[in-house]
């Protein structure tokens, strides 16, 4: 009989290529948050992580784990990033802290697209992948924040915004500059991805937001 003929046994793939988890997690992020989770096909993110999809397969039971390892593997960066921050500024609070908090946020999202695009894709509808996220990524944020923002809630000016709007305004303002990328660079010609643009846009933020307390 023809050896090639012959079944491949089931198992782990025979595949030459070692598989890098990272690399894999990163390049799904990309094309979850472009194309959304029901327009992302797998052999998309084989083929540009440079692998097949029966090694996806092997490792991931269906979209849908790959999708919260994804979000999982973001998680953890941000988290790890803010609870360093944390740890490192430990001597100060209330506003500063936030300020802080707040241009990081601006470099993250600078550094990982992904974040600021799946957070408003997903989270204007009430979905399982909605939830996920708030108990992957908002409820850490949220556990890592609260103590600045309830230092920064002594000062009377800083209660009279409610924190719903404080939030989305954070947020809004932390994200927009780089999901209008294209509209600013058509516009004003400067990337909103370069360094000394990052470090105005958050001088800014921080100016607009927090200098009146």
Same mark, same amino acid.
């Given at each position: 009989?023809?050896k090639?003929?012959?079944?491949?046994?089931?198992?782990?793939?025979?595949?030459?290529?070692?598989?890098?988890?990272?690399?894999?997690?990163?390049?799904?992020?990309?094309?979850?948050?472009?194309?959304?989770?029901e327009?992302?096909?797998?052999?998309?993110?084989?083929?540009?992580?440079?692998?097949?999809?029966?090694?996806?397969?092997?490792?991931?039971s269906?979209?849908?784990?790959?999708?919260?390892?994804?979000?999982?593997?973001?998680?953890?960066?941000? /988290?790890?990033?803010?609870?360093?921050?944390?740890s490192?500024?430990?001597?100060?609070e209330?506003?500063?802290?936030?300020? @802080?908090?707040?241009?990081?946020?601006?470099?993250?999202?600078?550094?990982?697209?992904?974040?600021?695009?799946?957070?408003?894709?997903?989270?204007?509808?009430?979905?399982?992948r @909605?939830?996920?996220?708030?108990? @992957?990524?908002?409820?850490?944020?949220?556990?890592?924040?609260?103590?600045?923002?309830?230092?920064?809630?002594?000062?009377?000016?800083f209660?009279?915004?409610?924190?719903?709007?404080?939030?989305?305004?954070?947020?809004?303002?932390?994200?927009?500059?780089?999901?209008?990328?294209?509209?600013?660079?058509?516009?004003?010609?400067?990337?909103?991805?370069e360094? /000394?643009?990052?470090?105005?846009?958050?001088?800014? /933020?921080?100016?607009i937001?927090?200098?009146?307390?």
């Amino acid at each position: 009989m023809n050896k090639s003929n012959k079944k491949r046994k089931r198992g782990r793939p025979s595949l030459s290529q070692e598989l890098k988890m990272d690399n894999l997690l990163s390049v799904a992020l990309e094309y979850f948050s472009d194309l959304g989770f029901e327009g992302t096909q797998l052999k998309f993110i084989a083929e540009k992580a440079g692998i097949t999809n029966p090694l996806i397969s092997y490792h991931f039971s269906n979209k849908e784990e790959l999708w919260k390892r994804s979000i999982d593997y973001l998680s953890k960066l941000i /988290v790890e990033k803010f609870e360093a921050i944390r740890s490192d500024l430990k001597d100060i609070e209330g506003v500063p802290m936030l300020r @802080s908090y707040t241009r990081q946020l601006i470099y993250f999202c600078a550094k990982n697209p992904p974040f600021y695009k799946i957070i408003y894709m997903e989270m204007g509808q009430n979905s399982w992948r @909605s939830e996920y996220l708030i108990s @992957s990524i908002i409820d850490p944020l949220t556990t890592i924040g609260q103590s600045a923002l309830n230092k920064a809630s002594i000062n009377p000016k800083f209660t009279a915004i409610p924190k719903p709007n404080f939030v989305s305004i954070i947020f809004g303002a932390c994200s927009s500059f780089f999901m209008l990328t294209r509209l600013i660079e058509h516009q004003y010609d400067i990337s909103t991805f370069e360094h /000394v643009h990052i470090e105005k846009h958050a001088d800014l /933020v921080n100016q607009i937001i927090f200098d009146s307390f």
